[in-house]
């Protein structure tokens, strides 16, 4: 059939009209679904690298980062930290990675002996101010040593302290990287000084009521009291993995410190609780293990 001149234009401004749609479809696709941008491109999508070699440290958390115990009896020892401490024998994980010289001008140390969830936003609110390449978080221990396992910490309640944490530290400082130690066993802990008589006395203190109580009971009570500490422990370790997942530059330990099998060498001499010099420098080998790990642990 013979095709006349208005025919032609006809079909011409309908062909032009197709690839113009054609090509608004396709670019409206790729934005949507944030496709993978091609060889030599820079996908406005992709997560932040980890940086396995950060250069400066802020550290937050509770008595174990202050070196609770480790040097003498009922006194914070933050020479000795495993996150900044620059005693030799420890070798902190700020000494690891910053090397001896540049620990005291490139870390700083914002835990509290006694600091529960609830301090932690407050803690990391004080450590962005440096604007840290790293931040190391080990808290949650208070939260279930507390006089009465009915008086430990809800697990809603340490879930929205840790989100509110997060959310302060990426509003003040938004690349700093975090690193997130899983709270330790707190029922292996009591395992290795329930039998020595000082011990015994000095857990009377008041060191962690809800584990420590009774330490040589075995009534039904007081197990079952011990196994809902360690649950709740169970519990908050699920939340900073859950929560710390869903933040890019946050990596948690896996469980890492939660199954270190610590030993009586690894525990201050004198409330056999909190680690002691040695037990510090597990606990700086286990993070250093992780922070220049190339992936997070599974």
């Known amino acids: 059939m013979r095709t006349t001149p208005a025919r032609r234009r006809a079909r011409r401004a309908l062909a032009g009209a197709g690839a113009v749609v054609a090509l608004l479809t396709g670019t ?45 009896v009922l006194a914070d020892c933050p020479e000795v930290s495993w996150a900044t401490g620059n005693d030799p024998s420890v070798r902190s994980l700020a000494a690891r990675l910053l090397g001896d010289a540049a620990v005291p001008e490139r870390s700083w ?23 840290p390449d790293l931040v190391t978080v080990m808290v949650g221990s208070n939260d279930a040593c507390r006089p009465t396992a009915s008086s ?30 899983s709270v330790p066993d707190l ?24 584990m420590l109580a009774d330490p040589l009971s075995l009534a039904t009570g007081a197990t079952a009291r011990r196994e809902q500490v360690r649950a709740r422990v169970v519990e908050y370790n699920e939340v ?42 597990r606990l700086a080998e286990l993070a250093h293990r992780q922070v220049t790990a190339a992936e997070p642990p599974r």
Not at 167 to 177: D, I, N, V
Not at 245 to 264: E, H, N, S
């Open 28 to 72: 409206l696709t790729g934005c949507q679904s944030g496709g993978q941008a091609g060889p030599g491109e820079r996908g406005s999508q992709s997560a932040p690298r980890w940086n396995t070699a950060p250069t400066s440290i802020a550290a937050a958390g509770d008595s174990i980062t202050r070196g609770f115990d480790a040097c003498s």
């Open 109 to 131: 140390n914002y835990a509290v002996t006694g600091s529960r969830m609830a301090d932690l936003p407050g803690q990391l609110t004080a450590a962005a101010a440096h604007k």
């Open 152 to 181: 430990m910490t809800p697990v809603a309640e340490f879930r929205s302290g840790f989100e509110q944490a997060l959310a302060r530290l990426r509003a003040a400082s938004p690349t700093s990287q975090v690193y997130v130690s």
């Open 187 to 210: 029922q292996r802990l009591w395992e290795q000084g329930k039998d020595l008589p000082m011990v015994r006395q000095v857990w009377k203190l008041g060191i962690c009521q809800s």
């Open 240 to 281: 900073l993995r859950e929560v710390c997942g869903k933040d890019a530059l946050c990596r948690y330990d896996g469980g890492a410190v939660f199954r270190y099998p610590f030993a009586a060498e690894q525990l201050s001499r004198w409330d056999w609780f909190h680690p002691g010099k040695d037990g510090q420098a």
